[in-house]
């Protein structure tokens, strides 16, 4: 089933075109990882499929993005509600200067969700989705930004979780991160994919085979190809495809 649709997506820094001409299909409930060489557009359109673009003067999107159906670039979206149904992770953690518990609940106050119980009930179930509440239930009024940086990274995971999103965006999440720290985030993907559509950033080629179900490969503001990874991996379609993963180019 599909949950993300792009038509005809193309975006703008005043003159120069960052995305030309996108169109994809995002499947419900799996992992989706975009690669390709930096400053070929992943970030830029990773940030459309939340509007996080139009927080950009001089950004111009051009095109549709449906999410279930409902073209998210119409004037009508509400987007509070849009940012609560789309989460994004970003590519260093960046905690809050406050509690633990202020964190997660952060979002929640934004969008006026007050109920002490329901407040307490999503403070614990998020903590739990990051596999932390064993390791934090007790220390909740600690400063996040004495947590390591793992820790700060699967905090910020479950901020985005608390106000309960169908998408997760993910723009490159390990790359602050060692290798144990990083395969443990990979193991959480897959149980997140279980309740979400996941959507990832990496320059990491190796991660986005281990993790994905899909792979896109983006070239100067193109995307080349879109598929199952291990198609994409193993019988890319696309000689410029061949060539990046091959490590011929980029």
Partial sequence: MISIEVKNLSVFYGSFQALKN???????????????P???GKTTFLRCLNRMNDLIDEARVVGEVFIDGLNIYEEKVDLL?????????????NPFPLSIEDNILYGLKVHRINDPKIMEERLIKSLEAVQLWPQLKNQLRKNALTLSLEQQQRLCL??????????????????????????????????????????????????????????????????????????????PADKRTEDYITGRYG
């Fill in 81 to 93: 509600e849009l940012r609560r149904r789309v989460g994004m992770v970003f590519q260093r953690p």
């Fill in 38 to 40: 930096s400053g070929c």
């Fill in 158 to 235: 479950a901020r985005a979780l608390a106000v309960e999103p169908e998408i997760l965006l993910m723009d490159e999440p390990c790359s602050a991160l060692d290798p144990i720290a990083t395969a443990r985030i990979e193991e959480l993907m897959f149980e997140l994919k279980k309740k979400y559509t996941i959507v990832i950033v990496t320059h990491n080629m190796q991660q986005a085979a281990r993790v994905s179900d899909f792979t896109g490969y983006f070239l100067l503001g193109e995307l080349i190809e879109f598929g199952e990874t291990h198609q994409i991996f193993t019988a």
């Fill in 22 to 36: 996108i169109n994809i299909k995002i499947e419900r409930q799996k992992i989706s990882a975009l690669i390709g």
